[in-house]
């Protein structure tokens, strides 16, 4: 009896730890919510989802009072759900994906199929306000005055179009059924993404007024324009290298250039100086354990093929300058394609290579290390001048530098720049290229001292006793 006494006393106390963090998390739980998507089925599923987590973290960091939540399809991998979750304190809703109607439109990208999955966020009607976000926004500061806004509020990046990067809404079942019903009927849309559905939907937001948050914090109704501030352009900042929006508070970035040059890609930068900061985020938050295995494996290899390039140098050239009896013409194309390919595996093989969300400094580091073992062996083997061939790479690391520069008056001094750098550098690498094949060719045309393996050279007769 002492026992089952004992038992009972335990099991009430598990009971009651339990009730109570039931009422703790209740207590927690906020009115808002900053919300995101995820989905499958584009080349860059990875990226994004390293991008919705950096961003989410960065939230966590500037103690907003929301809630985070991702609208996650049904295909996104269960280890990402978790680590969203139990990592990033986020709430993951699961959903299935809308059927997109204007997939055979004209002109239609198909990296934006599944971008209308962003509707469902008026369906989140848990909260009085959403804040909808893409995973390419780098918040600078707190911004939780938008939970004031009304019912639809957008910033006008375009002057006539406002971006759907980031917006505010309050959700709603009726206008969440009349959405999925426009799309059935197939209403207008430009680009047959959430962006040109949103702008036909709201095509009065730009005769709204200019947002600005009451100071008594209460919340506002009806459809407003956010000022330019909560969504600043990152081309903005190129042009003058600096911030410069009198509009509003300088709260939030947004990357929306081209896909291949978003700022978590390690070659995105110096190319745009901003990737930077947005590495220095990742680094800040949730840090680069996934791609370091990676990069110490690569290098190793490098090593590896330095070594055995250095070793083997002796024999390299025998083997590749090696041609058949048959044609010496076709040997020798043979030789100039080979060499071709070789060298342009060289630069562009370790970029393939390089897992393209780590830090930049480590990515270019990584990739000249690449390019240079790699390059080694094309030289060793064929016999190439090595600074002509290392000169394009040279080049490409002095441009790095040129865009890298920090003191720059304005991003027109610093186009002009990089421009007058690449009209002095490019003679100079078309040169060495010529130097290259010159050299290539006369190896070729000598190619007579290089006996077959395991022949000896013939020793040529002058005489007729021979």
Known sequence: MAKLGFLNSLFLIIFLINLQRAVSDESTRYKNAYVTMMYMGTPRDYEFYVATRVMLRSLTNLQVKADLVVIASMDVPLRWVQALENEDGAKVVRVENLENPYVKQYGFNNRFKLTLNKLYAWSLVEYERVVMLDADNLFLQNTDELFQCGQFCAAFINPCIFHTGLFVLQPSTKVFKNMLHELEIGRENKDGADQGFLASYFSDLLDEPLFHPPPNGTKLEGNYRLPLGYQMDASYFYLKLKWNIPCGPNSVVTFPSASWLKPWYWWSWPVLPLGILWHEERRQTLGYSAEITAVIIQSIVYLGVMAFNRIARPNLSKLCYRHSDKS??????????????????????????????????????LYFMGTSTLASVVINAFLLPSLHVMMLQLGMFGSL????????????????????????????????????????????????????????????????IC
């Open 328 to 365: 010496q013409f076709l040997s020798q194309a043979g030789i100039k394609l080979t060499v071709m390919w070789s060298l342009l595996a060289a630069y562009v093989l370790p970029c393939v290579l390089i897992p393209p969300t780590i830090h930049p400094l480590i990515g270019w580091t």
């Open 401 to 464: 530098l040129v865009m890298a520069f920090p003191w720059y008056s304005n991003g027109v001094m610093r186009a002009l720049v990089v421009f007058f750098y690449a009209f002095c550098c490019a003679p100079i690498v078309w040169t060495s290229l010529v130097k290259v094949q010159v050299s290539l060719q006369t190896h070729l045309e000598r190619e007579a001292i290089f006996p077959k393996l395991g022949e000896s050279p013939q020793i040529p007769c002058f005489n007729k």
